[in-house]
Structures are given as structure tokens and as C-alpha cells.
């Protein structure tokens, strides 16, 4: 959920997106904790891709080594030298045996090097990628705490990163790229993902907003005599996504303001915050 119209700032949205408008009061929200995994997130597709895509280069790889190795060491290549008069067709034979034997290992290698580069590449990449409330920690108050990749407790989503606070928490994502998008819709987009595929996925805002009621959902249920509040809110700069009624849409050097925005919730004591976070950093 987004504060209501009422509430505060967000009353009067600038921009023509309805985002948040920049801080502009000089408060700071400067030490906020960051909690982020140790190691892979299980569950988490880009890494069951990252996997499989390391696991098919290897593949290459050594099916590569071993047709050198029969090539070159074993003299296989050598039964289809033709001895003495060769007729056209054995010449046609050891002409395309020759050919693929040379040409085979060299292309199977090249492709499963290109694999294997890509993937580390992702890995690496996804490793030092700063997250937008991350980016932000340094104005932010260490009454706050910002947790990524945390894994929902029915493995259904890995949200990129949530951030629980005095007003309770929130989940803030990003739009895809603006290079991947291929369409926009009302309910779905269609992205082009790290292969090249075109993928459908939900519209950022609804999933966004749908992964908020997962987190309070979540929280509810440990501690049923109180709930938590929970917000949702989306990254980006694309001028056609408008904010809707149950998520934000915020620019990325927004983060902070739109978080010191969101109004304390009183029952939402220092000892649940602190039970919370231990949830949070459990589920990484």
C-alpha cells in the first residue's frame, strides 16, 4: 500500500509520472543498516539460469578438448586419407572428415567459452549491482534497515530488496531496462531477458503491489495480534508508467524522500522492528 492522499507529502505529487518529488528540506533518514546474503539465494531463477548456463559451456567444453584430443592425438582423422588413386567420392569424404575435425573442436570450444564468459559476467555483474534503497543508505538513519534478495517463506518470489523502518516496511523494485522492454501493457509487459528470449511478465506496479501483500501476509502470520503496514514502490524513469493506488512510482533520486515520507506506525514498536528484522534476515 502507498499512504493515503491525506497523509503528507505524497499528497501533492510533482512530475508527470505522479512520482515523489525530491527531498528538499534537508532532512536526512545517514547509517542505515544493509543486510545482504552471504551467498546465492536459493530459488532464484537468474541463478538456475546462471547455473545451467555454466553447466551447458563446461559441456562444450570438454566435448571441444575430447574431439582435439581424437583429432590430434589419436590420428583417428587418418582413415580417411585416402592411399594411392582416390575415387571422387573419398575425396569428398576425407575433404568434409578433415574439415569438421579441424573446424568442430575450435567452434564447440568458442561456444562454450562465450557461455561460461557470459555467465560470470552476469554473476558478477548481479554480485556488485547496488540495489535502489542501498544506494540511498547513506541518508538514511539506521532506525531504518534494508535487506535484498530476500526469499519469500513459500519460495514463490526473491524480492530485490525490502527496507523496514518506523512506519513499517516496504518493497521497493525496479522497471526493467528500458533497452529490454519490447511492449508495454496494462496488465503485462514483454521483456527480452539475458538469452535473448522475450519473456511476459506482470505489469512492475501490480507485482510490486502483489509482493507487498505477500510480505505483510508473511509478517501477519507471525505475530497474528498485530499487523504490519506494508508499501510498495517502483523505480524508474519511463514517462509512460504512472503510479497507481496501492504502489509508488519514484525516481531513483527519490528513494530516501519517499522513505522518510511514509508516516511512523506507532504500534510498530522498536522490539517488533527488531523481530522483524530478524525474520528478514533468516529468510537470505
Known amino acids: 500500500m502507498v499512504p493515503p492522499a491525506a497523509d503528507g507529502p505524497l499528497a501533492e505529487p510533482q512530475g508527470t509520472n505522479g512520482s515523489f518529488p525530491p527531498q528538499q528540506d534537508g532532512r536526512t533518514i545517514g547509517r542505515m543498516q544493509v543486510i545482504v546474503p552471504s551467498g546465492p539465494v536459493a530459488g532464484d531463477p537468474r541463478r538456475l539460469s ?3 548456463a555454466l553447466a551447458v559451456g563446461a559441456f562444450l ?20 586419407t585416402p592411399s594411392g588413386r582416390a575415387s571422387t567420392a573419398q575425396l ?3 575433404a568434409l572428415a578433415w574439415g569438421l575435425g579441424l573446424i568442430a573442436p575450435a567452434v564447440l570450444g568458442l ?27 547513506g541518508g538514511i538513519s539506521d532506525d531504518y534497515a534494508v535487506a535484498t534478495l530476500v526469499r519469500l517463506p513459500d519460495g514463490s518470489r526473491v524480492l530485490p530488496e525490502v527496507v523496514v523502518g518506523p512506519f513499517g516496511a ?4 525496479e522497471l526493467p531496462p528500458a533497452r529490454a ?36 501476509a508473511w509478517f501477519s502470520g507471525e505475530d497474528a495480534d498485530h499487523v504490519v503496514k506494508v508499501y510498495a514502490a517502483v523505480v524508474g524513469t519511463d514517462p509512460v508508467v504512472v503510479r497507481s493506488a496501492s504502489c509508488a512510482y519514484i525516481a531513483p533520486d527519490q528513494v530516501a524522500a519517499w522513505i522518510a515520507s511514509l508516516p511512523p506506525q506507532r504500534s510498530f514498536d522498536a522490539d517488533r522492528r527488531d523481530r522483524v528484522i530478524r525474520l528478514v534476515r533468516a529468510a537470505l
Open 92 to 94: 569428398v569424404v576425407g
Open 50 to 52: 546462471e547455473v545451467r
Open 111 to 137: 561456444l562454450g567459452v562465450l557461455r561460461v564468459g557470459s555467465a560470470v559476467g552476469r554473476i558478477r555483474a548481479r554480485r556488485h549491482r547496488v540495489t535502489p534503497a542501498v544506494r540511498a543508505a
Open 170 to 173: 516496504a518493497v521497493i523494485e
Open 181 to 216: 522492454v519490447v511492449s508495454r501493457g496494462a496488465r503485462s509487459w514483454e521483456v527480452r531477458v539475458a538469452d535473448g528470449q522475450i519473456r511476459r511478465i506482470d505489469h512492475p506496479l501490480e507485482r510490486a503491489s502483489r509482493d507487498a501483500e505477500r510480505v505483510r
Open 61 to 80: 567444453i570438454a566435448g571441444a578438448t575430447l574431439l582435439a584430443w581424437l583429432v590430434l592425438a589419436t590420428g583417428f582423422l587418418g582413415q580417411f
